[in-house]
């Protein structure tokens, strides 16, 4: 597509249910990012992938974030059990491998638990 | 442990005059800098980089200054335009976050008046 598409747009869920955000890239992007905004607060890495290779995984808060990108395209961020602190911007984004430019953003998954 | 501070919350700005956003880091290892833009309800969108090697960048209005000795970057706009009344965050990586993983500032809001 012609941008980084997220959806929902925004999430209003219940503590303790489980959520998934979808990510679909650029189309030829290879290299693909989750970040969160949390009020306030800055972008929070999350997660990284690129093309085949084992993700790096550093900046998942806990093991009840997870996330897969199947394809080499699609991606889908899963939090379970959620908790309020999980409530935040959650933003993905894509770029060309090697790319020093910057990544094309998503405009985000506005989550919020209640 | 903040890595990337925006010291400044929000600044406002004459339309017409110049504006001078500021970045600080603690990380000497950073190597590559990014500014981005992003509007209410969208995600950021890439505005201007500068690697180490360099201390100036320039495109268009947008010029970014990396002093390395300070370990402070600036994000000067001239001249101010209504449209650049955005939240803009500076993003830094290299070192031991790698190429592809940036740490980013929590943002200064600017309002551009008319």
């Known amino acids: 597509g012609a941008g980084v598409s997220q959806s929902p747009s925004n999430k209003v869920t219940e503590k303790g249910k489980d959520v998934e955000l979808r990510c679909d890239p650029i189309?030829?992007?290879?290299?693909l990012y989750w970040y969160r905004q949390s009020l306030g607060q800055g972008l929070e890495f999350l997660i990284y992938?690129?093309?085949?290779?084992?993700?790096?995984k550093s900046g998942l808060p806990s093991d009840r974030f997870s996330a897969e990108r199947t394809g080499g395209s699609v991606s889908t961020l899963t939090i379970q059990r959620t908790q309020q602190e999980d409530s935040a911007v959650y933003l993905c984004?894509?770029?060309?491998?090697?790319?020093?430019?910057?990544?094309?953003f998503g405009s985000g998954t506005r989550l919020t638990v209640v | 442990d903040q890595q990337v501070k925006q010291n400044s919350p929000s600044l406002s700005v004459q339309e017409g005059r110049i504006s001078i956003l500021n970045c600080d880091y603690t990380?000497?290892?950073?190597?590559?800098f990014l500014w981005y833009k992003k509007y209410p309800a969208e995600g950021p969108t890439f505005l201007i980089s500068i690697s180490s090697i360099k201390d100036k960048n320039e495109d268009g209005r947008f010029t970014v200054f990396l002093n390395k000795s300070a370990k402070h970057l600036s994000l000067h706009i001239v001249p101010s335009q209504p449209g650049d009344s955005a939240v803009y965050f500076c993003?830094?990586?290299?070192?031991?976050?790698?190429?592809?993983?940036?740490?980013f500032g929590t943002g200064t809001r600017l309002k551009v008046l008319a």
């Open positions: 990380n000497s290892m950073f190597d590559y």
């Open positions: 984004a894509s770029s060309l491998a090697g790319t020093t430019g910057g990544y094309t």
């Open positions: 189309s030829g992007h290879t290299a």
């Open positions: 993003a830094a990586s290299g070192g031991t976050s790698g190429t592809y993983k940036y740490i």
């Open positions: 992938f690129q093309g085949n290779s084992a993700p790096d």
